[in-house]
């Protein structure tokens, strides 16, 4: 029988040797066949990116090294380790989901949602967790009873803090931006009405809407933030609201100034940069006061400086225009709408069930059922226990039975009481792995069928395992092989050699002269000459804290005026410091050559990356075999 998890299974030979007839064998490293396709996308992409294109044969060489590489991150395991899984299934799954959709299911989505954006709803809901859900039904009846405000049930009840303190108030609803069965019950409901409990797939609502209006389209504005924080005190807040009154001001007689001003003085970090500029924003989008300003004021006008929970605002209004049209929100609505909406997902996956014969066996549930009403009818960890050992299938796909002990490992961690309840939780999870069964196979078709997907899918994997070898081979081990980078120095000294001596030493800054003597006094006795500067500057943060900052230097004659001073008899110039403007030597002299690779540590780490890799490019092709269709390779566009 299958594994439930078919994703682990087909990460290796399965998911890379699918590839359609028409497409030939390039080459084969290390075991492995290289189809044509692959290589031309690699090639043409590698092009694509360089100011002067490689040769075909340069580029081989190249390809063959990098193949080399992964068939080494696969020798050392690095493929199947649970970081690897987990990153590349996260890629994998991400790049399929915009195929694994019914399409016209998809569109009618986002028909709806554009639809939906020709109104403002304003609503409050209520949200309890998915296992509340009868509860949630009692509370809304006791509401529509008029024994209990729906504020005060928000308040006790709803589970959604942003909003529960305010009697449930959520603001406005725009299409596209929510899950859908919350959307859909949101506009589904008339004004002063509560929907049926809904699940939104992050919990269970009922949703009052307090007030339905036309959209007021949307509007291009530019801001100026000053921040008021919970911790500033009265004065302090007192002083900003001074400023902001000094910005209006000086905005609100002369707007040509606003974009300069908001620059230089704004807090929002994000539009500061653009001159105070925010994207175009429909009614809702933004905290209500700001948007109940931003849509209030005329095109053109300054606003009153007001506050929100961020601080004070002032908003220069730029521009207005109505809703889009459907064609010009079309992409944004469906990137907005992914992840909020299953229907267009579940209707790809009812199609691939007809066409995989994928069922739950309901026969075989009731005798779940049985099972759990003799022992006990609690779904516990003696059941689970019981559930592992049971060979018996649940469900279908393709052809391929998987059984209850294979479903145990996926189980959430819950308690069930009662026989049926057991029988409907188990049904459930069933379909819910079954789901997933399906859309792997639908990924291994797409994977198959479609080389764009095949190709990136490829690369990504590729990438995460060439990183991972020449990380540990090559780039990581370089810069923590002192041993390995001090002999490699030694042997190529030469190469190294500086055109004019340079000084080399610790600088000690102080906060004060008597720290400074000590901190000096400190490092002669207390830290030996051979400690690696990394730990001669914890040495002295470890024993001075901020009092003191040490920085190692290796500067000729005019590189730096405070070495130049120190060495080489030039004028004292002040600390560029404040904080700490008192400073000294701390094992300074003139080297007339570099004397240990630490002296021209990023020249000799690179040389020695480079050689470490050239070395374990030879041992490779030494290793793996690599053969090459020459014939194929004409082929290549």
Not at 270 to 278: N, V
Request: net charge negative; with cysteine; proline share 4%.
């Amino acid at each position: 029988m299958k594994k439930l998890i078919l994703a682990i299974g087909v990460l290796g030979a399965s998911l890379l040797a699918l590839t359609a007839q028409s497409d030939p064998v390039l080459m084969n490293v290390a075991g492995k066949d290289v189809y044509l396709s692959e290589f031309e996308y690699l090639y043409n992409k590698n092009n694509a990116q360089q100011v002067q294109p490689q040769s075909l044969d340069e580029y081989v060489d190249m390809f063959v090294n990098y193949k080399l590489k992964v068939a080494d991150a696969e020798t050392a395991g690095i493929d199947t380790t649970a970081e690897f899984i987990t990153e590349f299934l996260k890629f994998r799954n991400e790049l399929a989901a915009p195929y694994l959709r019914d399409e016209a299911v998809f569109e009618q989505t986002v028909r709806e949602a554009y639809e939906h954006m020709a109104n403002e709803l304003t609503v409050s809901h209520i949200m309890m967790t998915e296992a509340d859900a009868a509860k949630l039904d009692s509370i809304r009846n006791e509401i529509l009873a008029g024994n209990l405000a729906f504020e005060t049930a928000a308040r006790k009840y709803s589970i959604d803090r942003g909003s529960s303190q305010r009697g449930g108030l959520m603001g406005v609803v725009l299409g596209g931006r929510y899950p859908k069965p919350f959307e859909d019950a949101a506009f589904a409901t008339a004004v002063g009405e509560i929907s049926p409990v809904v699940n939104s797939g992050y919990g269970v609502h009922i949703i009052r809407v307090e007030n339905s209006r036309p959209s007021r389209g949307e509007v291009l504005c530019e801001h100026i933030l000053l921040r008021v924080t919970p911790d500033m005190n009265d004065e302090v807040r007192q002083q900003i609201s001074n400023r902001v009154d000094s910005i209006y001001n000086v905005v609100s007689t002369d707007t040509s100034k606003f974009e300069t001003l908001a620059r230089q003085l704004s807090q929002d970090p994000g539009s500061a940069k653009q001159g105070g500029r925010l994207n175009w924003f429909g009614g809702g989008m933004m905290v209500a006061e700001f948007d109940s300003v931003a849509f209030a004021i005329n095109v053109g006008e300054v606003s009153n400086p007001f506050r929100t929970a961020f601080g004070w605002h002032i908003i220069r209004k730029l521009d207005a225009r109505s809703i889009a049209s459907y064609e010009e929100m079309h992409d944004q609505l469906a990137q907005s709408i992914q992840g909020k909406n299953d229907m267009p997902r579940l209707a790809f996956i009812a199609r691939k069930a007809q066409e995989y014969q994928a069922r739950l066996l309901e026969d075989n549930l009731d005798k779940v059922e049985n099972m759990a009403e003799n022992s006990g009818a609690v779904l516990d960890s003696a059941m689970i226990a019981t559930f592992k050992r049971c060979d018996l299938p649940i469900y279908m796909v393709r052809g391929d039975a998987y059984t209850l002990a294979e479903m145990v490992p996926a189980l959430p961690t819950t308690t069930v009481r009662g026989a049926a309840n057991i029988r409907k939780f188990i049904a459930e999870q069933a379909q819910i792995q079954m789901n997933e069964v399906i859309l792997e196979y639908a990924r291994q078709e797409l994977y198959e069928l479609n080389p764009d997907y095949r190709n990136l899918v490829n690369e990504y994997r590729d990438g995460i395992l060439l990183f991972e070898i020449s990380n540990r081979n090559v780039w990581d081990r370089a810069s923590k092989d002192r041993e390995g980078l001090e002999n490699f120095f030694q042997r190529n000294k030469d190469k190294y050699a500086w055109q004019q001596p340079k000084f080399k030493s610790y600088i000690i800054f102080a906060t004060s002269d008597s720290i400074l003597n000590e901190a000096a006094q400190f490092g002669y006795d207390s830290i030996p000459s051979s400690t690696a500067p990394n730990d001669v500057v914890k040495a002295f943060r470890t024993r001075f804290g901020r009092d003191v900052k040490i920085e190692r230097v290796i500067a000729a004659k005019g590189d730096n005026p405070i070495t130049d001073y120190l060495a080489f008899g030039a004028e004292r110039p002040e600390s560029a410091n404040s904080h700490w403007p008192y400073y000294r030597v701390f094992r300074g002299r003139i080297l007339p050559q570099p004397e240990e690779a630490a002296d021209v540590r990023g020249t000799v780490i690179s040389d020695y990356q480079a050689e470490l890799e050239q070395k374990w490019l030879d041992d490779l092709h030494q290793r793996y075999p690599v053969t090459i269709n020459k014939d194929i390779l004409q082929q290549v566009k």
